[in-house]
């Protein structure tokens, strides 16, 4: 149960981050008419994931929720520690 609630608490930050990076892409007009089907596919199969994780869980079939939502938060968790990493180390880049 603790497993799941990970996941899915990481995979709901995953696609809040898609969804502001979305949000602010409209306001600045880098999300165009020539990109925004990219934009929709990519936030439809973050939505889907995550909709379907929890539906599965809803279910009772926790262990293969887990890992749908594991292709979310796996590649969250690790972003997430190279950012850290990066603000720790401060590495130079030149």
């Keep these: 149960m603790m497993i799941y609630r990970l996941c899915f608490a990481v995979a709901a930050a995953v696609v809040t981050v898609a969804i502001y990076f979305f949000a602010i892409g409209i306001a600045d007009g880098s999300v165009s008419s020539f990109n925004i089907l990219l934009w929709l596919v990519m936030l439809v ?8 994780g929890y539906g599965l869980n809803a279910n009772g079939q926790r262990r293969t929720a887990t890992a749908l ?4 938060a796996v590649p969250g968790i690790l972003a997430a520690i190279f950012i850290l990493a990066l603000i720790v180390f ?5």
């Design 69 to 72: 939502l594991a292709v979310l």
């Design 90 to 94: 401060q590495p130079r880049w030149n």
């Design 45 to 52: 199969c973050l939505g889907s994931v995550l909709a379907g």
